[in-house]
């Protein structure tokens, strides 16, 4: 039997500015949490990043939350980031909204994992 | 909760500010100079030992002129003798620390001077947006463990020159949670009650200690 010994943490990001690359951005947050914590603590925090419309959102677990949240803020970008929700699903980020963020059903849908 | 950005010398971007969610600012003004702005404002002096070249004396001159000016003084010390006098003198309200304080003056006999005079305390996190170094951040853990168990009530700033550095402060309390400070230890509440009480003073609705003038017979 599979056991599931993480939860998982959605975390909505909201720009005030040019939106940044999603490549960049995925980059940056990797290299900034790896700088806090170390490429073991990277690996084990199932960072990822993807985008729906206008809106960024990071899913980790929720053992690297805090320290994700830490490297969103202190990483450098060229406009200004602000995490605007943080839930256990998708579907509860998207309460926000007028429809609920669904990754699956946007065109702008990108998995990026390295 | 309120948001709280310190160290401005005038509102240059409110649609930013806006966006930070910050309703409560520091200028570097006096208090009758303060501009009107859908935000809320307050006047702030920072003493520097270095730039202003404090001594004890001068120290308690600079205090005694500006007192009644501003809305809260800080004093950043890196000497024990201007930092201990610092501690006590009840018309400075909080001590700053930043990568520069070093656990020979700030540590455990400090802290406790600290919690009994009820001072505030400034922990400058800029160093912390951007490149990190562990050479930088060692000070800040040194200092803090030393007053680990001490309770004391810290107010979180990010003095920098550079607009894109702003940030709300529940992002300056995510960086200090990576320094062992909990939301707890590190909420505005405490900076808000002393620029009211402050205020109070200044327009002398509180004369003495303990005494407050709350309606005056005609």
Known sequence: MVVRNERKRYILLSFYGDLPDLATLNKKIRKKVSELKGEIFLADSGLYLFKHKDHFVIRCNHISRFTVE?????????????????SGTIKGLGKEFESAIDPSDSEDFVQFEE | MRQFISGLNEINNPDLLKFLNIKLIGLHTSSDQLPESDFETYSELILDEKQDKLKPGSLKQKLSKNRLKYDIIVVRAFTAKIAALAARDGRVDAILLSDRSTVKVFNRR???????????IYLDVSNFIGSIRASTIRPYLRILQSMEGIPLHFILVNYTLNEL???PYRGLQSIARLLNLSPSN?????????????????????PFVGIEIIEEED
């Open chain 1, 70 to 86: 830490a490297a969103i803020y202190s990483v450098k970008l060229s406009s200004h980031v602000k995490i605007l929700r943080i």
């Open chain 2, 165 to 167: 550095d702003f940030r």
């Open chain 2, 110 to 120: 400090f802290a406790r001077r600290l919690q009994e005079n009820n001072k505030l």
């Open chain 2, 186 to 206: 590190t909420d505005i509440q405490p900076l808000y009650d002393r620029i009211q009480l402050n205020r109070k003073k200044i327009s002398g609705k509180i």
